[in-house]
């Protein structure tokens, strides 16, 4: 039994590592910044199709969204973040810790939209943005709609 | 002098562009979302320096550095942000306003460092990553103690 349990100490550690010493409140308040820089550029490639078209915005814009959608955010959603407040009272649903694989493929989806988004951008063609903004667009909009506490 | 007038008013509309739509209150969050996402990425880089060394967290955390100090976050310090409130009140101090070449210079010192950091991370040499967090880190410090006012 004592060598069970500590197996189980050691896989823990392992699994969490250096995410295991993020408290719960700046767990979530690096959630939410992630997510508030991304609306950011979603925002100003939204404002670049709209508008006048300058195509290095738009690839900053859209480099940014990549590497933060790549950064692993996952393990920001440790034990004990289901509730509390970063820079604000956290709206994750507990459906993104009962639903593993429906939320897996919502991730799975947005990160392929916006690795595609940083493609798109750097040909700087306007209605191949347009149309991924769209696709990128509805990924975050279905993730929010199933994991996202509305206000 | 019409003509003047007209002609002023048409380069302050191209100068600010896509920004001039986003509200004060909404830039300063933006802003602080931006750093609060990079302090995190700092943060873990720091962890994988001290504990294990987890190469692939390394190079998305410094990529997700580098996007977002490449992302043109000096077009968020719009005119009537100077003061506000975005997640928090913002702490930005009135020389970012007054002392454009010395900011310049701390944002082209901080850039330099965040590029380097991303193929530093590449390499996946420990030293090496832990030598570049080093003058990272000192960019970050030095632009705080001058443009970022104290809790």
Redesign the interface.
């Known amino acids: 039994m004592k060598q069970h349990v500590a197996l189980a100490l050691i896989a823990a550690s392992l699994a969490g ?3 295991a ?2 408290k719960p409140e ?1 767990a979530i ?2 959630r ?6 991304m ?3 979603v ?2 490639i939204k ?2 199709v709209e ?2 078209f ?1 195509k290095e ?1 738009v690839v ?2 859209a ?2 969204i ?3 959608a ?3 955010m996952g393990s ?1 959603y440790l034990p004990g973040t289901d509730k509390g407040t970063g ?2 009272a956290s709206r994750a649903k507990p459906e993104i810790w009962t639903e593993k694989e429906k939320l897996g493929k919502a991730a799975m989806a947005f990160n392929k939209e916006a690795n595609e988004m940083a493609k798109v951008a750097a040909t700087g063609n306007l209605d191949a943005v347009k149309e991924q903004l769209g696709k990128l667009s509805g990924t975050c909009k279905s993730c929010h709609d199933d994991f996202k506490a509305k206000k």
Chains 1, 2 share one sequence.
């Open positions: 590592g250096a995410a010493q993020i700046d308040k690096f939410q910044s992630g997510y508030g820089f609306a950011w550029n925002q100003r404002a670049n508008g006048k300058d915005e900053k814009a480099n940014a990549q590497a933060i790549n950064s692993g920001l820079w604000e």
